[in-house]
């Protein structure tokens, strides 16, 4: 594989896993949960009951070209809403609800299909000029 594919391949694949981390906030957005004991700029530890904690794709460049991706949670790892009615609230009816921000996710979800359509075009055209060296060779 040429180095212009590879680097597409990275890039579509991380371009993939934004649009998951995107999915899975958006789906998660109204998942709350108990306060945790850890303040909001700790991670929550992810189990059953507690509040959901957003995703985010950090990438870094790898030496060879292309991108690494991976996902980790991001901070604040929640606030604080008011909802008396949950069986888990406090005794001053609070509880914790993710930190996602419908609007800016969105923009994410924007840029997550632009990068992979851009991936996708350099990949199409290293695919089409090897195909044409090929037939210029055969």
Do not use: C, H
């Not at 997550?112 to 060296?133: Q, Y």
Request: zero cysteines.
């Amino acid at each position: 594989m040429d180095s212009a594919t590879r680097i597409a391949v990275s890039g579509l694949g991380a371009a993939g896993l934004w649009l998951d981390a995107v999915a899975s906030n958006i789906v998660n957005m109204r998942t709350s949960g108990p306060l945790p004991m850890t303040p909001t700029s700790q991670n929550v530890p992810q189990q059953p009951g507690q509040v959901y904690q957003a995703r985010q794709v950090a990438q870094t460049a790898n030496p060879d070209g292309g991108v690494f991706a991976s996902l980790r949670t991001s901070l604040p790892s929640y606030r604080t809403a008011f909802d008396p009615g949950a069986p888990y609230a406090n005794e001053y009816g609070m509880v914790a609800e993710p930190d996602v921000d419908i609007a800016n996710e969105f923009v994410k979800l924007l840029q997550a299909r632009a990068a992979f359509g851009a991936n996708l075009a350099v990949f199409r055209a290293a695919d089409k000029a090897a195909k044409s060296l090929f037939d210029l060779v055969v």
